[in-house]
């Protein structure tokens, strides 16, 4: 079964691999906004300009880059990078155009699979102008492409490298999503609508269109969205519940981790915290995947024999109790929930020059005023 997906995967590359390849500057020409929207967005970071990923994948597996089968989905020597016969390469197109626009629209079909699900890529006749799918009724044409509604971009596009991922020993490593969802959750939400037609010169006079930002956690204004906070304060009992509101686990990816810090503060002073030095010394309050090979901890999963995680299912709440001093008129507790996108056990495994991402994140806090 494994070595017959395998095939099926790289079937449909190799196929695909044959047609003319539109880069994503070249989308820009008529998409203009959507093309600077999706120039600071997640998709446009892949080996060559997202830190975390390329020394995580080098660290996992310096010989072979067997991510690239979605975070270089468009390569053209797919099958030679995952097999370890080749190493990415900045001059190459199909290799720095990341998680491409060409590649998400190009989708026929997802496939489930145990280990990962399976992007099948609509085939394309050589020599002509591929065909471009989405989820605009009518879609327009141009000299560079036809244009088609395609069902899948409503239910299960999203699925294909956004659901789930087990290593070679079965451990879990991601998962964002259940086989019953589908993908329209996810565009409503990080795809909301905006204004001006999804091409320069709205010929059709749509005047808006799903945004290419894909808002995630970078977003300061978007990722407030995801979690509630409330507490209660009776005597010395401090409860704080935690609601996901979103539609996926608070913890997705083995890097992050989200974290609440908890303070009483006293004529401007910390008088008790939840933590003294490191925000995972407070266990129920520090989300996060774990991994273990053999019984010792690991920090990078690629060869993960067990993991487990402290996490919050889509839509859960979780009350979280603690025992604080008694408190005096004026005192405040100050209650926030941070995201470290590279966690602190991760810098044990690899350097990262990029500061910002083990530094914390507020995604949101409360006051409570006594």
């Known amino acids: 079964m494994k070595q017959s997906l395998f095939f099926l995967l790289l079937f449909s590359s190799l196929t695909y691999a044959q047609s003319k390849y539109l880069d994503n500057h070249s989308c820009s020409e008529c998409h203009e906004k959507i093309y600077e929207e999706y120039q600071t967005s997640a998709h ?21 880059y067997v991510c690239a089968t979605c975070h270089m989905p468009m390569a053209d020597n797919l099958k030679e990078l995952i097999e370890g016969k080749a190493r990415p390469n900045r001059d190459n197109k199909t290799h720095t155009d990341a998680i491409s626009c060409y590649f998400c629209h190009t989708i026929a079909y997802v496939k489930k699979s145990h280990k990962h699900n399976i992007n099948l890529k609509a085939r394309q006749a050589k020599n002509f102008k591929p065909t471009l799918y989405g989820r605009l009724l009518n879609p327009d044409d141009s000299d560079k ?28 490593i991601f998962r964002a999503m259940s086989d019953k969802q589908n993908s329209i959750k ?17 010929k059709r006079a749509r005047g808006h269109h799903a945004s290419h930002k894909f808002l995630g956690i970078h977003d300061k204004e978007f990722r407030k969205k995801g979690v509630d906070i409330n507490a209660t304060i009776n005597n010395k009992e401090l409860q704080v519940t935690l609601t996901n509101k979103m539609a996926h686990p608070l913890i997705i990816q083995p890097a992050r981790a989200k974290f609440l810090k908890i303070e009483v503060k006293r004529g401007g002073k910390t ?10 010394e407070d266990k129920k309050a520090y ?78 806090s409360i006051t409570i005023k006594y």
């Open 44 to 64: 446009s970071k892949g080996y060559f300009n997202n830190e975390l990923h390329r020394k995580i994948a080098n660290r996992a597996n310096p010989k072979k």
């Open 145 to 172: 492409h036809s244009s088609s509604k395609n069902p899948i971009y409503g239910q299960k596009v999203c699925m294909g490298c956004h659901s789930h991922k087990l290593n070679d020993n079965n451990v879990t």
């Open 186 to 202: 996810c565009i409503e939400c990080h795809m909301p609508e905006i204004e001006g037609g999804a091409e320069k010169m709205d």
């Open 271 to 280: 008088t008790w915290s939840n933590y003294k030095n490191s925000p995972s």
């Open 287 to 364: 989300f996060a995947y774990s991994f273990k090979r053999d019984g010792k901890k690991v920090i990078i999963p690629a060869t993960a024999t067990k993991g487990s995680a402290n996490n919050l299912n889509a839509k859960e709440s979780r009350t979280l109790t603690y025992t604080i001093p008694i408190l005096k008129k004026g005192d405040k507790v100050v209650i926030s929930l941070y995201v470290q996108l590279a966690k602190s056990d991760c810098l044990k495994a690899i350097e990262l020059e990029e500061k910002s991402l083990v530094e914390p994140s507020l995604i949101k």
